[in-house]
Structure formats: C-alpha cells, structure tokens
C-alpha cells in the first residue's frame, strides 16, 4: 500500500511511512564524487595547458601572417616582435609597420600570451627575436619555440617566403 498521509497536529501533515538518504549513504556518494575528480584533475590540467600552448602558437603564426599580407597590400616593410620573460612587456607579440624610415606599434596589435607559456629568444639555436617582412614579401626565416616549463612544445617554422608551419 504506499505511504499514508496523516495529520498528527493542526498545522503539520507528515508522512509516515517516509523514506530518505542516511548519512552514510551520502558520505559514500560524496567520496565516490570526491574520488572521481581527483582522477579527473590532471587530465584536465594537461588538457588545459595543451589547449594554452595551441592557441599561443596560433598567434605567433597569424602575426606573422598578418605582417606579410600588410607589407604585400601597402608595399612598406613590417616586423612583428617578439618579446620574451626579460622584455619590459614579457610573453608579447607586437606587429609593427615602417613609418617614415622607422618602425612603430600598430595600434591594437600587441599580444599577450598566457603567464604559464614562454617564447624562447635569441638563447635557441636559430630562433627570432623579430621578424621583418620587405614591400615584397620576403622575410627572416627561423623559428619561434613556444614553451612551458623550458621544455619545447610548440615551434613556429618560418621560410624566407614568409610561410609559415606550426608544430
């Protein structure tokens, strides 16, 4: 027969044949919960610092990108630089455009990278601190290693024509 409503005082309906969660049935679901994310949490934390890397080496790839089609379209060279943790800007990409013999900051196109990634200078073998692009096109070829923890992950390979390959 199922539960019975009674009335035990004027003002209170209880059931009474009411049915509930003890306490060590919540505490063993809570552990399970508990359990579960302490398992889960460094899949999640490589998952994260895969996804910062990628999208760091999204960046520097388009600035490069981007300072080729500029210099190409308006026939002046351009340069994107790339500052590193002993930079006044650290873990910045600037792109930069040659203005009267001198180059200067494109407004709104100086980019940050997440605090957890690292560009590599001029300490790596072959790898750029700036790269400038000529009226035609050509570039400085090398690389851009973008790193956690001084361990390579990321590389952005420059070719003399300005193409550019991620890795």
């Known amino acids: 027969m199922g539960p019975q409503l009674t009335r035990k005082s004027r003002s209170a309906l209880r059931w009474t044949d009411a049915r509930g969660f003890s306490t060590t049935e919540l505490l063993v679901v809570m552990a399970l919960l508990a359990l579960a994310m302490v398992v889960s949490i460094p899949a999640l934390k490589d998952f994260y610092l895969q996804s910062q890397v990628s999208a760091s080496v999204s960046?520097?790839?388009?600035?490069?990108?981007?300072?080729?089609?500029?210099?190409?379209?308006?026939?002046?060279?351009?340069?994107?630089?790339?500052?590193?943790q002993s930079a006044a800007t650290p873990n910045t990409i600037e792109l930069q455009r040659n203005a009267s013999g001198s180059f200067i900051t494109v407004s709104g196109e100086v980019h940050?990278?997440?605090?957890t990634i690292?560009?590599?200078g001029s300490g790596s073998t072959n790898?750029?601190?700036?790269?400038?692009?000529n009226g035609r096109g050509e570039?400085?070829?090398?690389?851009?290693?973008?790193?956690?923890?001084g361990t390579n992950i990321g590389v952005v390979e420059i070719a003399s024509t300005c193409f550019t390959t991620a890795s």
């Open 59 to 84: 960046t520097v790839e388009i600035m490069f990108q981007r300072a080729r089609m500029s210099a190409l379209k308006e026939k002046i060279p351009y340069r994107v630089l790339i500052h590193d």
């Open 112 to 115: 940050a990278l997440p605090p």
């Open 118 to 120: 690292r560009i590599l």
């Open 127 to 133: 790898s750029l601190d700036s790269m400038t692009v």
């Open 139 to 149: 570039c400085t070829s090398g690389n851009v290693y973008v790193t956690h923890d």
